[in-house]
């Protein structure tokens, strides 16, 4: 009998970004999109360009950005430099540095620090930063009186607004400076984001009271008005719309703008109200939208045709207005560019690397992946019974396969000796095993024209020295293993290795084989995958449905009467499936699945493993799930 999948909550996380579409900026018909990676440029048919890290502002990581809607561009700031991207081109034009009298190096910044831009005209920008705020335009950088930290800047009608620890302020066109409290009839006394709102009257700014309740305000000039927020709501982003403020709260979008008086008000207990704490000021009315959002939102934008949400693992979602669910979105997918399969090794809980056969490995901390290793493709990684971590990497120029040795810290040590090659063009591992003596069987197969065809098994000592390769349909020569034709996947349990091909299941134990096809019990002898528990269960994915073999028989449950792309299982010997309807878990009585509507972004799946820690992670097209039972 299969244990149980769970007793307690199973966690499930989507990814088809490395990280998060941190911050959003909408200019003209161009949507900006700030990741740990760098810049991403969409146009609004949905093409992608990337800022490349030879195109200027190589110092750091972007801590800023904001549009230049005057002169169709984008101001950057990062650890050590500003600069302006013009739309549509492929450099950034870096400013000069502030001189040393400012008291403000650049190259001090921090990836943490808060800053802050706004365009200010004609061509020149606002810069907020932990040492006050600046001005540069063609004639340099100059200092202000505002010294304080700036947490968020607004280029209002009547000035610049702008935030900070110690409370609002503005800074009006002959350099004066002058605060704005409680005796203006601004309750935020804590300022967190300001926000030019022109048609709903002033400034909105989001903060909270002296007592640390939720305020907003809206005001221009010494004129301010207040109103509480209710219920509490925790602001995320804020973002300009054309008529409206745009608002990202945990879990919703909601809008900010005049009331409509057609529109009934609504009762004290339905949803989020702006309640007026004073009867002069605009009569302003917040309002859920219909939009359904993914998990994790952490950034909104508005243009005049969409919302854009950014999420920490999924890209950005496009909603046109009234929709519930996204009209697009905007993925770039590089974890799965020329992605063909998917391994797994984990060094620790939060220290784990994941390859694709893609141009890159990608290392889990955790919290996000990050490209690493050799920029070449890394076809498989696997972990060895004592606890190292190996990875197989392809030259580009060539059809050589190397190991390499993947230590805690990330650094990649190549194995000499261990070269892999087969004829043909692009080689493949089709799988990456340790066998209970150490060595480590990979399955290779390249490519001849359109066809991916089986090269064969190589038997790998991780510490060196030539592999032993067992061709597919040979035997003798000193070939110890029989190796199937169309080998499509494996499993190496103990020193018995298990074979998934197009011609049934081989068992292969030293130069003994034994082999399984229809005649021998299988429904199906189009096997395309297989796993074997530490209870000795053997489970194959056929055309015909899922069987099991238990040493002396194959049986195939009519709860697994359906196509599996690949097999996983865990320690306690639940079987979990890569279907074309999710994944799905097999708990020996009945099969569960967790698909689109249980937080995937793709239902096709291709590929499932286990890791050390019994997680499952699963492959589509372009997408990789993380479930924690």
Known sequence: MVPPVSRGTVRIQSFTEPSAAR????????????????LERWSRDGGVATLPRDAGLHAGDILSVAADAERAGLWILTPGALGRL?????????????????????????????????????????????????RVDADGWRSTPIKDAVLSLADGDDGLLVASPRGLVRLDAFGEVTRIGVEEGCLVVRPARVVAAPKLGGTLVFG??????????????????????????????????????????????????????????????????????????????????????????????????????????????????GD???????????MFDSASTLSVACAARDNCWVATGGRSAWHWSGERFTAGGPDEPVLAVARSKAGAIFALHRER???????????????????????????????????????????????????????????GVAVVEPGGGKPRLHLAGALGGGQAMTIPFGLRDAEVHGEQGWFASDDGVTRVVGASTTRWAEREGLRSARARAIAVTRQHTVFVATTAGIGRFDGQAWTFPAQLAFEANDLAVTGGGQLWMATSRGVAVYDGAKVRRIDLRRGLVENELFDITVDRFDRIWARGSGSLTLISP
């Open 208 to 321: 909270s009271d002296e007592r640390g309740a939720p305020r907003v305000a809206i005001g221009r000039g010494q004129s301010w008005h207040s109103y509480r927020l209710l219920p509490d709501l925790e602001i995320r982003d804020v973002a300009a719309a054309s008529d409206a403020v745009v608002v990202l709260g945990a879990g919703q979008v909601y809008r900010i703008a005049l009331r409509d008086e057609s529109e009934p008000r609504p009762l004290a207990r339905d949803g989020v109200r702006l309640s007026a704490l004073s009867t002069a000021g605009p009569d302003l009315a917040i309002a859920s939208t219909p939009a359904l959002l993914p998990a994790n939102a952490i950034s909104v934008a508005a243009s005049d045709e969409h919302v854009l949400v950014g999420t920490r693992d999924i890209g950005v979602a496009r909603y046109r207005p």
């Open 397 to 455: 120029s060539s059809n050589i396969i190397r190991l390499a040795r993947v230590d805690p810290a990330g650094r990649w040590t190549r194995v000499n000796g261990v070269e892999l090659t087969t004829p043909g063009s692009d080689p493949e591992v089709s799988f990456a095993r340790f066998a209970a003596s150490g060595a480590l069987w990979v399955g290779l197969r390249y490519h001849q024209g359109d066809e991916v065809r089986t090269w």
């Open 324 to 334: 519930a669910r996204p009209s697009s979105w905007l993925r770039r997918r590089p």
């Open 23 to 38: 911050h959003l900026e909408v200019v003209g018909s161009s949507t900006f999109v700030v990741t740990a990676q760098g």
């Open 86 to 134: 013009p739309i549509g081109a492929a450099a950034v034009e870096e400013l000069d540095g502030p001189p040393k009298e400012l008291g403000l190096d650049l190259e001090k910044l921090a990836p943490g620090d808060r800053t802050a831009l706004t365009a200010a005209g004609p061509g020149g920008v606002w810069v907020g930063t932990p040492q006050g705020l600046f």
